[in-house]
C-alpha cells in the first residue's frame, strides 16, 4: 500500500480560505503531496465579498474598496485579471466627490467657514491617534490640541483604557477651549454655532464607525490605532466586482475541491491533555475530525478554519461547542477580548426629473435628544452621515449604517426603510425659512442655491437593497477592530495554531486559522485576509519542507 497523503480540509471559501487553497495546490499540484479540500457552509464562494447589481449598476454588498494600491496584493491581481476595466457602470467608478455639500436637518446648507475647521480638526486627531504627521491645513496648532486630548483623556481613564471615542471628544473640547477667546457667532434657525461644529465633528465619527465596525468609537482602543497600516497610494473599487478577484484564485482549482453547503457544525481535535490512544483508534491515523449539518463527517490531518471572528465567539460560547474539546483559555479569552461590529450598506432606486443632480450630502443632525429634532426622522437613520450618488449621474443612492442602526435595518420591512429615508430627505432638501443675518451667512447658505434644481423635483425612492451581514449565521457581523481591553496581542494570538506546541502526543498543526481577524496590522481589510491565507498556507508548506513555488 502506497503512504497516505496528508488530507488539509479548508473551512470557509471566502478571500482567506480560496488564498490557501490557491497556493497549496499551485505550490505542490504537480507534486500531488497533498489531499486538498475547501468545505463552504453557503451557497455561494466569496464569504464577505459579495458582489451584485442594483438599478442596472455593478454594486458591492460586502467588500469594496482596495484599500491603497501601492504594494496591495489585491490590485495586483486586479490588474493581471483585467478586472479594473469594466463597460458596465460601477459603483464609487468615480470615486467620491471632493467637495461634499453639508445641510443641517432642516435644510441649511452650511458654508466652507464652518465645516472645513472642524473637519481638518477631526482628520487630524485620527492622524495623531494613528502615528500619521498632522497636516495643519486650517492655521491651528492641532499637534497641541492632540496631545493635550490624549494628556486629559489618559489622565481621566488611563492609558491602558483610553478609546479612540474618548480622545475624539477631549480634542473637541480641547478645541472649543482654543477657541473661546473668538467669541460665540450667531448660528442660524434652532442651530447655534457650537451645535454645527458639534453635528459636524458627528459626522466624522459616523464614518469612522462604518471605517472600523465599532458601533461605539468610545469601544475602540486608541493604542492599537497607531498598529493598524494601510497600502500607499489611491484606494480605489474594481470595475468589475470584487468578485472577480475571488473567481481569479478559484480558477485554478479542480471542479469538486471546493465543496457548497457543507456547513461544519462541530471540530473534534486532539490537544495535549486529551490526547489518548482509544481516540486515535476512532480517527484512524488523522487527528481531526469535522462534522457537518447534514450528518456526515469527514477526517483530516490539518484544517485551516477561516470563519469570522463572529462566527468563533458564537462558537466558543456554552451552547455553541463548535470545538471539542473547548479552545485552550488563550485562545478563547482572544476571541472574546477583540471586537466584531457590523457594517451595512443600503442602496437606493430613486427616479425623478432631476435625480441626476443629487449632490454627495453630508448630514448634519440635531442630537437625539434636542428638542428641534425632526419628530419623524427615525432613530436609525440619525447616525448616518452621508447620501450620495454611487457615481456622478447614478439613479443610485448609497448610505451606510454602524452598530445597532444597521441590525435594526436589517429587520425592517422595505416599506419602513423608504419612508424613513425619505422623510430624511425632505427635511434635509427642503428650503428653509430665510434669514436676514450677517453673521448667520458666514455660517449657512439659506437660500440653499446649490440645491434649487434637486428640492424643486420630488426625488422619490422606489426600490431598496439592503446588505444582512448581522443576521447571517455564516458570518455574524463585519469585520473585527482592536476593543478597549484588548490588543494587538490578541491578533496575534488569533493566528496561532493548535496544539501550541508540537509534542509527541498529540501530531501538530492539526487546527490553523486565518482570516483578517488573524492579522496583526491588516485586520478588517480583504488583503488582510489575503495575507493570512498565504501564511498558513506557507506555514503547512514549510511543515512537509516543501519548497515555495508561487506567492
Not at 497556493?23 to 504537480?30: E, I, P, R, V, W
Not at 465645516?115 to 482628520?123: H, M, N, Q, R, W
Not at 492655521?139 to 497641541?144: A, E, P, Q
Not at 491602558?160 to 434657525?189: H, M, P, T
Amino acid at each position: 500500500m502506497g503512504t497516505k497523503k496528508p488530507r488539509i480540509v479548508i473551512i470557509g471559501a471566502g478571500m482567506a480560505g480560496l488564498t490557501a487553497a490557491n497556493k497549496l495546490y499551485t505550490a505542490t499540484g504537480f507534486k500531488d503531496l497533498f489531499e486538498l479540500c475547501v468545505v463552504e457552509g453557503g451557497s455561494r464562494i466569496g464569504g464577505r465579498i459579495n458582489t451584485s447589481e442594483f438599478g442596472g449598476d455593478r454594486i458591492e454588498m460586502g467588500a469594496t474598496w482596495i484599500h491603497g494600491i501601492g504594494g496591495s496584493p489585491i490590485y495586483q491581481i486586479a490588474r493581471e485579471s483585467h478586472a479594473l476595466e469594466s463597460e458596465q457602470p460601477w459603483e464609487c467608478m468615480d470615486s467620491c466627490p471632493d467637495e461634499p455639500t453639508t445641510i443641517a436637518e432642516g435644510g441649511f446648507q452650511l458654508t466652507p467657514s464652518i465645516v472645513e475647521p472642524v473637519a481638518t480638526l477631526f482628520k487630524n486627531l485620527m492622524d495623531y491617534a494613528q502615528g500619521k504627521s498632522i497636516q495643519d491645513r486650517a492655521g491651528s496648532d492641532y499637534s497641541n490640541l492632540s496631545a493635550k486630548a490624549l494628556k486629559i483623556s489618559a489622565s481621566n481613564g488611563g492609558q491602558r483604557k483610553l478609546s479612540v471615542g474618548s480622545f475624539l471628544r477631549q480634542g473637541l473640547n480641547s478645541y472649543w477651549v482654543s477657541k473661546k477667546d473668538q467669541g460665540e457667532l450667531q448660528g442660524y434657525g434652532n442651530w447655534s454655532r457650537r451645535m454645527l461644529e458639534e453635528g459636524v465633528f458627528a459626522i466624522h465619527e459616523n464614518i469612522q464607525r462604518t471605517y472600523t465596525s465599532a458601533g461605539d468609537l468610545l469601544s475602540l482602543d486608541y493604542s492599537a490605532e497607531s498598529e493598524y497600516r494601510m497600502f500607499p497610494g489611491e484606494e480605489i473599487t474594481i470595475a468589475k466586482g470584487y468578485l472577480s478577484i475571488i473567481e481569479s484564485l478559484a480558477s485554478v482549482l479542480p471542479p469538486g475541491l471546493v465543496q457548497l453547503g457543507r456547513k461544519v457544525t462541530r471540530i473534534e481535535w486532539q490537544p495535549e491533555e486529551h490526547g489518548s490512544s482509544d481516540k486515535e483508534k476512532v480517527h484512524g491515523a488523522r487527528p481531526v475530525k469535522l462534522h457537518f449539518c447534514d450528518g456526515s463527517n469527514m477526517l483530516a490531518d490539518h484544517v485551516i478554519v477561516t470563519v469570522s471572528l463572529g462566527v468563533l465567539k458564537a462558537g466558543i460560547g456554552e451552547d455553541s461547542g463548535l470545538f471539542s474539546p473547548p479552545l485552550p483559555s488563550f485562545k478563547s479569552e482572544a476571541i472574546s477580548r477583540l471586537g466584531f461590529g457590523l457594517v451595512n450598506k443600503l442602496f437606493l432606486q430613486v427616479e425623478g426629473d432631476d435625480f441626476n443632480k443629487f449632490p454627495f450630502l453630508q448630514m448634519v443632525f440635531h442630537r437625539p435628544d434636542s428638542e428641534f429634532r425632526h419628530k419623524k426622522i427615525p432613530w436609525w437613520m440619525r447616525r448616518t452621515a452621508t447620501l450620495w450618488p454611487i457615481y456622478s449621474n447614478s439613479s443610485v443612492l448609497l448610505t451606510w449604517f454602524a452598530g445597532k442602526e444597521a441590525l435594526e435595518l436589517e429587520s425592517l420591512q422595505d416599506e419602513q426603510i423608504i419612508d424613513g429615508v425619505s422623510t430624511t430627505i425632505s427635511s434635509f432638501l427642503s428650503q428653509p425659512h430665510k434669514q436676514d443675518n450677517s453673521n448667520s451667512r458666514e455660517l449657512c447658505n439659506g437660500n440653499m442655491n446649490s440645491m434649487k434644481n434637486c428640492h424643486e423635483s420630488e426625488v422619490k425612492v422606489t426600490k431598496i437593497l439592503k446588505s444582512k451581514w448581522g443576521t447571517d449565521p455564516l458570518f455574524l457581523g463585519s469585520y473585527s477592530y482592536v476593543a478597549v481591553g484588548s490588543s494587538g496581542d490578541d491578533l496575534d494570538t488569533m493566528a496561532e495554531p493548535l496544539p501550541k506546541h508540537d509534542n509527541a502526543v498529540s501530531p501538530s498543526l492539526q487546527i490553523l486559522f486565518a482570516g483578517e481577524a488573524t492579522h496583526r496590522t491588516h485586520y478588517s481589510t480583504t488583503h488582510g485576509a489575503y495575507l493570512s491565507g498565504l501564511r498558513e498556507a506557507n506555514r503547512l508548506l514549510h511543515h512537509y519542507h516543501c519548497v515555495e513555488v508561487k506567492v
